[in-house]
């Protein structure tokens, strides 16, 4: 075939399959918005437990991109380091962790969450769970006295082991699931805008809500999972805090504790490990919302929105088998446009 | 006004600000036309001239090859030169008969013989009188397809089967596409052979519902053809939200109508229904009351390569080449050369390709990004099943395919695909998925042939 046209130009042409043009959205500027998204409940999260927040996003970080290129330099899995996916995992683990966590135990969590969550499944795209969220319930069984010493917000520089104990305090959750509702003494403000302990995802509701907005309004998650996830937590909660008595906690209080809002907007929202449908988003987020609700209301843990989003994972390919009817192939309809 | 839609779909950016606003020119004919035998869909049309034969314009130099063809006219006077194998710019190779244009008349010719002759017509018919038979007939003759792209003949969906009544008419001016103006460009400067010809159309099917779709990026043409059947209850023009693909054949009835055509083998007469586009409307006027055949087109020529970005009327067969010459040349080397859309157009593999009946639109484009070539690991991400307009689960349809399960893509319902491109489109990863489809088609396709 002749590679010179009539203008006699030697010039060769792209010949591929249509479409030829394509959205801007790629895998990289997905991850992009996460990481912008993320950053208030970060820089919150900085405010409030300062250097020990800043060495834990950078171990998380920095062990999850480490990981990550040992990964893909020898299993050869999809994806690459620029991608962006490693660097989110890091943030994202980095959230699910105590302020205080350990250097070394950060690290073995980048090894669960990028290595046994992700690239054993197949790299980018084939995990059936959470890596971030993996590798904290890893964690958290591990090791679950570090993954439960709270460290007092507004404690801003490194913490040695030896005045750590002075420095820490239950979770709202955790004095809720003790029982000693009463000794909460944050107030509903301080649990919207962070001033309470918890994990660094854990404190600041307004920060992630900011973050969730961006990430909605940029369509790089859809509302479905959020607003069932929350709503279904608030319906269950209240039901009980109306008809069980207020030591439940009030269903505000549920909203605004814990990791819900990180859980709802991040971590339930994960492309990869939540369904594919518009209802199977429905039922997931309804899913994750009851076990939730059911885990911090009467189960062994103070909370339950981790276990709730790896559960959900798990049934996420059964609910990706309800593909939605083909145009054309429902009940013939008579319906007919005025 | 309420604006129509359908559910699903994307907004690919438009493109249609370079040549929108630009009337219609009429390109100088063409020294030499390469007319490919496969115009249309169905059987391919039977070449009934020979090389060295002079022929005049108009004058039918292959007749159809059987009730689902069309014939082709000559566009030009001049002389067959071959009939040989030429590329089609529909990515493949067919038989094509080549007419190169002659200064003198041939020298067997007797004295004072003129050149070039008088153009071929057709005796012209008053649609009023005419019967429909006889107008379907001269649509037929006219070697009429559908000139928004599919090309499918149009007499043959004139003359739907006793069993399937058909009550309404659609009318697509859609035009959907990024880039393509030549529909808009038509509504506008040809209104009258528009009307007419939808009036024509509206006769040969005896139905008394039409409705004309129009995206709402094009108010003008709204605004023109809403005036223009003022007086006529019967057709109602009706302004569709801008979405693609707004102008493929069932999204366009479900807007209009909210009838959902079954899927297929599932055709729009079986709701009730037959489509036709704007410019194959204003063909038939022509062809009816002129006796004019279908021997040009107006094509958008346009991308960030070409200098000046037009649309041209141009005679069916011109090369590539010409229109590119008559459109100021190339400002930088195109990576990739589109005839139609840019979603569900053609890569042109050189310049050398003929304009045929179903060439909407040539658009010079980028050569796509290494991003855009190596297609990424799928996230999952669910956006085309969102807006496949299909309802289709694009995606894990594509996991079977990539597992060589095709069974299983035929569950999923992989034949349906209509390929318009909007899963791939939105894909992040960029992934070939309209391509997976069209490879497994074609292979099921060939499966239900050998069971035969």
Known sequence: MSETTSTGEDRRLFVGPSPHLRDRDS???VMRWVVLALLPAVAVSLWF?????????????????????????????????????????????????????????ILVGSVVAIFLAKHV????????????????????VAWPAQMTTWLRPGVRGLVDAATLDTMTGATPLGLLKEGR???????SMDLFVGQVGGSLGEVSAAALLLGGLVLLARRVITWEIPATFLGTVVAVTGAVWVFGGPQHGTPWFHLVSGGLMLGAFFMATDMVTSPMTFRGRLIFGVGCGLLTAVIRLWGGYPEGVSFAILLMNAVTPLIDRMVPTPFGRGVPKAKEAA | MARRTFRGGVHPEEHKDRTAGRSVETMPLPGRVVLPLRQHLGAPAKAVVKVGQRVAEGEVVAEAGGYVSAPIHAPIAGEVTAIARHRHPG???????????????????????????????????????????????RVRDAGIVGLGGATFPTHVK??????????????????????????????????????DGIR???????????????????????????????GDPAVSVQACRVKYPQGAEKQLIRALTGRVVPAPPGLPMDVGVVVQNVATAAAVSRAVRQGIPLIERVVTVSGPSIAEPKNL??????????????????????????????????AQVDLEVPVVKGSSGFLFLPAPSEEELWPGPCLRCGRCVDICPLGLAPAIIAWHLEAGDLDGAERLHVRDCMECGSCAWVCPADRYLVQWFRIAKARLHERNNQHR
């Open chain 2, 91 to 137: 990515g493949f190779t067919t038989d094509a008969v080549v007419i190169e244009a002659r200064e003198a008349p041939p020298a067997d010719a007797p004295e004072g013989a003129s050149w070039p002759p008088e153009p071929v017509r057709m005796p012209p018919l008053d649609p009023d009188r005419a019967s429909p038979e006889d107008l379907r007939n």
């Open chain 2, 200 to 230: 024509i159309l509206r006769r040969i099917l005896g139905v008394d519902r039409v409705l004309v779709g129009i995206e709402d990026n094009k108010p003008d043409a709204i605004d023109r053809l809403s005036a223009a059947f003022a």
């Open chain 2, 313 to 346: 009327r141009v005679r069916i067969g011109t090369p590539l080449a010409d229109l590119v010459a008559s459109c100021g040349g190339l400002t930088s080397p195109p990576g990739r050369v589109v005839m139609g859309g840019p979603m569900m157009g053609v």
């Open chain 1, 121 to 140: 499944f197949g790299g980018l795209g084939s995990n059936l769970f959470n890596p971030a969220l993996t590798a904290r319930v890893f964690l958290l």
């Open chain 1, 27 to 29: 895998i990289p500027s």
């Open chain 1, 49 to 105: 437990f300062g250097l020990e927040a800043a060495r834990v996003h950078v171990i998380a970080v920095a062990g999850c991109l480490a990981v990550e290129w040992a990964c893909l330099r020898w299993l050869r899995t999809p994806g690459s380091i620029r991608d962006g996916s490693a660097l989110v995992t890091g943030l994202l683990l980095a959230m699910n962790l105590p302020p205080t966590t350990p250097w070394w135990m």
């Open chain 1, 181 to 187: 509702l009463s000794e909460i003494a944050a107030s």
């Open chain 2, 158 to 195: 004139l003359a739907p089967p006793p069993e399937k009544p058909v009550d309404t008419l659609v009318i697509n001016g859609a035009e959907c596409e990024p880039y393509l103006t030549c529909d808009h460009r038509v509504m506008l400067e040809e209104t009258d052979l528009v009307v």
